[in-house]
């Protein structure tokens, strides 16, 4: 089995690569589960005795995994199997079998795969393993957590710029030592086509040229989800790559840009708050963002 991983920060396009992918016939995105992996595969108190009524609780509670629309007979079957990789095996091929029978590249969208895919590697090494990660202007991502709604917490998916740009970071630095495959977010809207051929000539894909409408990535999320991810299923455009300009303050730019300039530089994005003055007022917002952080009023 071929198992590819996307990894990403939130709103950082994951999910229009991911609808990209999906559209040819051959290869399958999974919904995200990140539950799944982290309380199930890589949790080390599940047993052979647990293993049943865990993934079945999990597969009927777990919101995202809900969005999987396993029916109670495909749960008992699933529950059946000996062990975690079989369980975790048989949700993938049920889920392909139902929804798109000719897909044999399975695509798994989660966020923080970058530091899990070792142990994964460990768990599995029947599976051949890959890592996509997705890089994004910081900027540009905070300003779309900042106006976006998570529909699961109904509220924005993150107010504070010194998240966006510590994970930013955090991303960057423990993807770089990484086999994976990297993916510059404003290349691949820019030029869709030939990211995507790249992408399947460095994992080794052969595809038809054939394209499907039906079972794409976007037909398998949630109601609430499809709200925010109305545009997936359209052709990006270009000027929505600066919309932040507008949307964030002059505060919210300086701290971001302080925090990850060298790496922006590095991916070829221009600063725009060099020339400004550190004033008192974004000091002060600096100690007010990190004790919320401290705190845990904000996380990510």
């Known amino acids: 089995m071929k198992l590819i991983f996307l990894s990403y920060i939130n709103r950082s396009g994951s999910s229009f690569l991911s609808q990209k992918l999906s559209e040819y016939e051959e290869i399958i995105v999974f919904p995200e589960g990140d539950a799944l992996i982290d309380y199930f595969l890589l949790n080390d108190k599940i047993t052979k005795k647990n293993i049943a009524t865990k993934i079945s609780q999990l597969l009927k509670t777990d919101i995202k995994l809900k969005q999987w629309q396993f029916s109670e007979d495909d749960i008992n079957k699933i529950s059946e199997q000996p062990d975690k990789k079989q369980v975790f095996f048989s949700i993938l091929k049920t889920f392909q079998q139902k929804n798109k029978k000719n897909a044999k590249y399975f695509f798994f969208k989660k966020r ?116 925010l991810h109305k545009d997936i299923t359209k052709k990006q455009k270009q000027n929505s790559r600066e919309k932040w300009k507008e949307g964030l303050t002059d505060t919210e730019i300086i701290l971001i840009e302080n925090e990850c300039n060298n790496y922006m530089l590095n991916f070829g994005y221009k600063l725009v708050s060099s020339h400004k003055k550190q004033t008192a007022n974004i000091l002060f917002q600096k100690i007010y963002f990190k004790f919320r952080i401290f705190f845990k009023i904000d996380w990510y």
């Open 112 to 227: 923080d795969a970058f530091v899990k895919i070792n142990d994964l590697k460990k768990i599995l090494p029947q599976v051949t393993f890959n890592l996509i990660c997705l890089f994004r202007d910081p900027r540009a991502i905070f300003y779309s957590q900042k106006i976006s709604i998570d529909p699961y917490k109904n509220k924005p998916f993150n107010i504070n710029p010194l998240i966006t740009a510590y994970y930013w970071q955090f991303f960057i630095e423990h993807s770089s030592c990484k086999k994976s495959i990297h993916i510059l977010y404003e290349d691949f809207i820019k030029n869709t086509e030939t990211s995507l051929k790249k992408i399947f000539s460095k994992l080794d894909i052969l595809l038809s040229e054939k394209k499907e409408n039906k079972n794409t990535y976007f037909d398998f999320l949630s109601t609430g989800y499809k709200r």
